[in-house]
């Protein structure tokens, strides 16, 4: 057992996970989907939220009861979400800037590395929070500044490696592309393979450093861009990943109630064990991931970085397929784009 989700509360711990699940695919959509929708969610939304925190942690500086006692201060004050929230926030705001070409950025080659650059970023904020809970407390246990009692120790340092790993797992840097009406931003080369590795990493982190929250954040929210990106949606995983992570840290900094302290929080087990078996497996996954992908850069004789190394595999093509420039294919052989709405959504 992973988690705690069991007695009178299962149900509604049940039913927050599909809320969010559901909620997160849906969102996102929209998002993708519209011009307007997009920048809503990653320009408006983002402005109006800063203005909110800044206004919180002024009114605490000055000891204003209705800050020292809001929820965002007191529940979620660490160094940690607010750079992800905003870390996740710009890669959205990056990633818009390629599919639509705004201005010279936009439409430049030396920026369509911007996406490697700015998930290694994330990831590399994960992994220093893993490292800092090992150094903190290596073979016992800390309080973080939220309140959470964390385990520190071969744990956090199995999932960092598997992290730095990760990011070495980045392929193809500059083969990003735009899809027809130019809804994703592709990355053709972020196959099965390197997806799978991440979720496994990123969940593991959740499950180390965040325990009252990797219900949500490293189950739903993995699962959301993943899904997408499998059944309806090829080649944009990394664009379904930020904003769902954006959207998901924009929800959980201002209604922190929701998982920490309400019928829908639900706790891990909080077990050193379970997280060091959950932390092996993720950084044999990641290991498994660069060999493999070292095969067939040597088989193909290319720099993985500089170029693309998944070319010919199933998941390359359809993505490729899905690209504005792509030639048209017969009816019956035509790859469902994601310009169409899935079902169900």
């Not at 030396?110 to 650059?117: A, D, L, N, R, S």
């Not at 994330?122 to 490292?131: G, T, W, Y």
């Not at 998944?310 to 397929?321: I, K, L, S």
């Amino acid at each position: 057992m992973l988690f705690q989700v069991y007695g009178e509360n299962a149900l509604y711990q049940w039913l927050g996970w599909a809320m969010v699940f559901i909620g997160l695919i849906l969102i996102n959509e929209v998002a993708r989907r519209s011009k307007i929708g997009g920048t809503i969610c990653f320009i408006g939304v983002p402005i109006a939220l800063t203005a909110y925190f800044v206004a919180i942690y002024a009114g605490a500086a000055a000891g204003a009861d209705w800050a020292l006692n809001n929820p965002t201060y007191v529940h979620m004050n660490s160094w940690f979400h607010y750079a992800k929230l905003y870390a996740a926030t710009i890669g959205c705001i990056g990633f818009m800037a390629l599919k639509y070409r705004w201005g010279k950025i936009g439409k430049s080659h030396w920026f369509k590395c911007f996406p490697f650059v700015i998930v290694a970023i994330n990831i590399l904020i994960a992994v220093v929070s893993d490292f800092e809970s090992a150094l903190r407390a290596f073979g016992t246990t800390w309080v973080s500044s939220e309140g959470v009692t964390l385990y520190g120790g071969w744990h956090n340092v199995f999932n960092g490696v598997a992290g730095l790993i990760n990011i070495a797992c980045m392929t193809g840097w500059f083969g990003i592309y735009v899809s027809k009406k130019k809804q994703d931003m592709l990355w053709p080369d972020m196959t099965w393979v390197f997806i799978i590795a991440y979720d496994l990493w990123n969940f593991c982190y959740t499950y180390n450093c965040l325990p009252t929250h990797s219900f949500y954040c490293g189950l739903a929210l993995l699962l959301a861009p993943t899904v997408a990106a499998m059944l309806w949606n090829k080649g944009g995983w990394i664009q379904n990943r930020a904003f769902t992570l954006a959207i998901w840290c924009m929800f959980a900094q201002v209604v922190p109630a929701f998982q920490d302290y309400s019928v829908f929080s639900v706790q891990s087990v909080n077990n050193p064990n379970v997280n060091l078996v959950v932390s092996v497996i993720a950084l044999l996954a990641n290991v498994a991931a660069f060999a493999y992908i070292m095969y067939r850069a040597r088989k193909l004789k290319v720099n993985p970085y500089m170029n693309e190394v998944f070319v010919g595999t199933r998941d390359y093509d359809q993505a490729m397929a899905r690209r504005e420039d792509a030639p048209a294919l017969p009816q019956d052989s035509k790859p469902q784009t994601g310009d169409e709405a899935p079902q169900g959504a």
